[in-house]
């Protein structure tokens, strides 16, 4: 098997075509000589966690933000890198395969070349279990030759994807140590990232030379916080499930007999679902968020989907799409509930068979209810993060055989005088996972690869590569690197057999924010998408003209580049310096002192652990 | 509802793009003057039909093949047609919608305001049902500006697809009459060129003055014979389908631990599935022909998968890609027997929960050992033509449990030694059927409205447009029209509820022929694809540079340009006739009729009814 990793393969034109494209780098990043400027040490979002996550990571939390400047960037306290010791770094896919990981490899290989062609770059064979039996492949441009631009994670595989407990780490410091290596490239999620902060911490305090750097690669999109803007691989999954999801609703418009359940992969929170619904505009989604925060059972879901249906028939209007996230089975509180005493009795050994009969009454109540190939689907143990097996679970199916009971009764009862309803359910994921990524994803990815370089270069440990300023063209983008202990947030409450993960800090996915912009967008249309079939079809992922440079919706409406606001207030607070010396007139002191009090106060207030929620 | 036909609509940027592409005409088309000429009378392939074909068509079989050639064209017989009064025409899509369809209706458009600006085009809204009821909309530019090179049957919808019944076939006389049509035009595929035929046919017996004439349009692929290479929509379905399917592959080679079963959209025959292997190299390919070839039984399907599953793990591969077509399950014989008996009871009114208990011994033993979410789907009412609701049915799902059940046993028994057996199950089809159209859908299709024109100006009647060469640039194409009824086979046998249709000439679809050299290409290339994962990603459907020019395999690897051929015969046939004029050698003479002889005889022998089987 290991035999077929990095082997060169048949491309096909459009492959070709791809794989003789080069991203563009930031000017920051080009040349040789990159200015690294470490400023304000970094605080956790949730004040209340700072203490746990101290304690966890006594050696990496509240490192400062690096930010990589080009060399001639008028900064006073940026250290300039000049000597360029070969190095050997290793790196590893760890995580569920996403568009454009490929190209963080070959960034991280042009940059490693570039500074010193004695530079060595290892690949984990078979990702987490590669790096413990330390298999690996030497990346060169021969291997690279037929992976740059290119789908997939088959250069290199991936398999099961935790560094956690104590014999995987030390079996990940052992591979290190043996190869030598000065750092260590972790390519994945949420999941994988945090485990690359915690290996880090390891090494760090037992003085393993190895430095370890997370780079955010996840289609679910759910890796977002004051740091990150957008991980690889969402892009192009939105992009080709929009190009789906939009044929499907130019079929159900020309065929006007059909309402399509579409299921989108994308894990616990909705962001594929919301970003999709943006670019393609089906009738309705319904985001696990919302669930969540309406505490919506699954009668108010169907009744809701069954009042939509209603109120389009009365429009004459007998056909539909509606997007639903894989998440949303968990998001519906009796649901979850359910899923959480199944999965409390598989890990005490009962068998699927006998588990129906120990349910408490009303969970027991409710599993009696469901149709039997759902029950069948929520009795698969739970994934190794302790949630459901989402991508096997049908919701698509369950939601449509729900609404079409009660249409039927309706339609029995006299309430509902349009044609019969007729669904037919999908689940996007896997077709889209492996797909060409989009430019933005090339270029995003690419240019982390070179990131990842300069963070190592710089010495840094338990980083994380950001870019930011992403909406704007590639030559405007900001790029630098974050402790990603300063990205995480400690989960105080909890149930079930995720138990053990409490107290811990973590980086925990990111849900939609239901105040946030993008939402807004959705709210504002809602009613437009629901009734007018305002269907919009991108097309097919075009690497040239219209839609080729296209950006994600929800990355272009946020408000953004949280690290250039925060360059902009250090800027304020130096121009305070500046205008008030010892020798400024009593009036510019006055005012000064007056406005900086206030300041101070509101700050004080609104960052007190009362009052904070966490954004993401 | 019917407001919302052919209105403008707001397009991405993508589809505003592929608005203003404009399909080149071959030169045979162009400018206002077209020669058409008329030459042999046609016959029906299988001359064992051609009687009955005769008696159902005594006044539209026997018309002659007609080719449109350019006006400076030197052939003598062709008729140049100059006077082009103006006339009023019908349109409507009829059967499933299959990107390109509305170039059809743009080409028509084109052709008929060229010729004379008082020609009038009327779409008829919801297909037949719109025929039925005369509602229509007059095409014209404003109509037609955001559904150039869209995809769907949005412009006008369509509806059940069935002009068949005296009842139909009078509600249709009415519309045309009412409307004054000269021309109807029927976009569909198999089923609907069939009902063209037999209306144009009755329309000639009761000299009512309206032409019908037919357009090859369907996904499926399977309207092909002598005279049609392929029909419009099954590239970019192809397309479409191969992106998914390799992007399914990608996805494979980098988890390494899933088989995925993917079942196609295509109906009866295989043709889908054959061309996107040949485009995406799957690791295998089950087609229905090869079934009912074989006369496979669904426990041989099972065994051959395990086989090569596990063949595949003695290679340590523990993963792949399985194609399915949807007409698969009733491919297999005893399974083909099982639907005809739970077809016939379902006929009788037999309601579907007391079918099981009313089959035939056998019938029943193969019901009971389904799983049952088949079993719920086989008890479908059927389809129109009489075939089971095969998108319905989950065969993928069927196999894939059934390999799983195998796969354990062997694992138990020690046979088996590789991993646990993981599959996923896939339908692709609707997420297919909706998309842009490929260029050369588009290309194909607004040709194909152009010679719908001509074929009326020529006032033909039950006629389909055709074009052939069509492997070659569109410069070279050699556009005509056929006679249907000449593309017809009448079935002798058969049993269960589709009794009604036997004897009487329809077209049938056209099955994978596992003599072609289509098929050849996958033989020789199977144990490559099933061992070597020399997966191909053609990438998704680009409308620029590489790929976007790319026909389907199967297209440019069968010997074609049929009529093309039948005209170089014709000029053998002049050729022996001016050579060999009176006054010639007696060597000459004696040499003509010593070739002559013995060509005439093997044609005799091969073409007896005795030695015909039909090739399509």
């Known amino acids: 098997m290991d035999a077929d990793y990095g082997i060169p393969r048949e491309l096909s034109d459009l492959q070709k075509?791809?794989?003789?494209?080069?991203?563009?780098?930031?000017?920051?990043?080009?040349?040789?000589?990159?200015?690294?400027?470490?400023r304000d040490a970094t605080t956790a979002a949730d004040p209340s966690g700072e203490h746990t996550i101290k304690r966890f990571f006594p050696h990496t939390y509240g490192q400062p933000l690096a930010h990589f400047l080009r060399a001639t960037a008028k900064v006073p306290d940026a250290q300039i890198i000049t000597?360029?010791?070969?190095?050997?770094?290793g790196v590893l896919f760890c995580g569920r395969q996403s568009p454009g990981g490929h190209n963080v490899i070959w960034g991280l290989h042009d940059a490693l070349k570039v500074h010193n062609p004695k530079n060595i770059l290892l690949g984990f064979l078979g990702g987490s279990e590669g790096l413990f039996a330390q298999k690996t492949l030497e990346i060169t441009d021969d291997v690279l030759a037929t992976y740059k631009n290119q789908g997939g994670y088959d250069m290199l595989g991936r398999t099961k994807d935790q560094i956690r407990t104590t014999e995987q780490v030390n079996a990940a410091m052992a591979a290190c140590k043996a190869l030598k290596l000065d750092g260590l490239v972790i390519i994945g999620g949420v999941t994988s990232n945090t485990d690359a902060a915690h290996l880090a911490e390891k090494f760090a305090e037992t003085k393993c030379l190895t430095k370890v750097v997370g780079v955010p690669v996840t289609l679910n999109g759910d890796l977002k916080n004051q740091f990150v803007e957008a991980n690889v691989g969402f892009d192009t999954i939105c992009k080709v499930n929009s190009q789906l999801i939009s044929n499907v609703c130019t079929d159900a418009l020309s065929a006007e007999k059909y309402y399509y359940f579409i299921r989108l992969m994308g894990r616990k929170a909705s962001h594929v679902a919301l970003e999709c619904t943006l670019q393609s505009h089906p009738n309705m989604v319904i985001l696990g968020e919302e669930v969540a925060a309406s505490k919506l059972t699954i009668f108010d879901i169907t009744q809701q989907i069954c009042d939509a249906v209603q109120a389009r028939a009365e429009h004459d209007?007998?056909?539909?799409v509606i997007l639903l996230p894989e998440g949303l089975i968990e998001s519906i509180p009796e649901v979850y509930a359910l899923l959480q005493e199944i999965h409390g009795l598989l890990r005490q050994g009962v068998s699927a068979d006998k588990i129906s009969s120990q349910l408490s009454p009303w969970a027991s109540a409710l599993f009696e209810f469901l149709p039997h190939f759902i029950r069948k689907q929520l009795l698969l143990h739970p994934e190794s993060d302790d949630s459901a097996q989402l991508s096997q679970i049908e919701t698509e199916k369950l939601i449509a055989h729900l609404v079409e009971t009660e249409m039927n009764k309706r339609l029995k009862e006299g309430t509902y005088k349009g044609k019969k309803f007729n669904a037919i359910c999908h689940f996007f994921g896997y077709q889209a996972r492996g797909s060409l990524p989009s430019k933005f994803d090339c270029d995003y990815a690419?240019?982390?690869?070179?990131?990842?370089?300069h963070i190592l270069a710089a010495g840094l440990n338990g980083y994380m590569a950001t870019i930011t300023n992403l909406k704007n063209p590639a030559n405007k983008w900001h790029c630098g690197a974050s402790p990603i202990s300063a990205m995480m947030t400690v989960k105080r409450y909890g149930r079930g057999p995720g138990k053990a993960s409490i107290g811990v800090p973590a980086l925990h996915p990111a849900?939609?924010?239901?105040?946030g912009k993008s939402y807004e967008l959705l709210s504002q249309n809602a009613t437009k998408f629901l009734l007018d079939d305002v269907y919009r079809n991108p097309g097919p992922l075009q690497f040239d003209g219209p839609g080729a440079d296209a950006k994600a919706v929800s990355l272009?409406?946020?408000?953004?580049?949280?690290?250039g606001r925060i360059k902009k207030l250090q800027e304020y607070l130096d121009k305070v310096r500046t205008i008030v010396k010892p020798g400024c007139s009593q009036d510019v002191l006055k005012a000064a002192?007056?406005?900086m009090a206030?300041?101070?106060?509101?700050?004080?207030?609104?960052?007190?652990?009362?009052?904070?929620?966490?954004?993401?």
Do not use: M, W
């Open 17 to 38: 075509l791809r794989s003789h494209y080069h991203p563009e780098l930031p000017p920051c990043l080009q040349g040789t000589t990159v200015r690294v400027e470490l």
């Open 83 to 89: 000597e360029h010791p070969a190095i050997r770094v």
């Open 317 to 320: 209007k007998n056909h539909g």
């Open 446 to 453: 690419y240019v982390l690869g070179h990131v990842c370089y």
């Open 511 to 515: 849900t939609v924010d239901l105040r």
């Open 556 to 563: 272009c409406v946020e408000d953004q580049d949280y690290i």
């Open 593 to 595: 002192l007056s406005a």
């Open 598 to 616: 206030s300041v101070t106060d509101i700050l004080s207030v609104i960052s007190s652990p009362s009052s904070v929620s966490t954004p993401f």
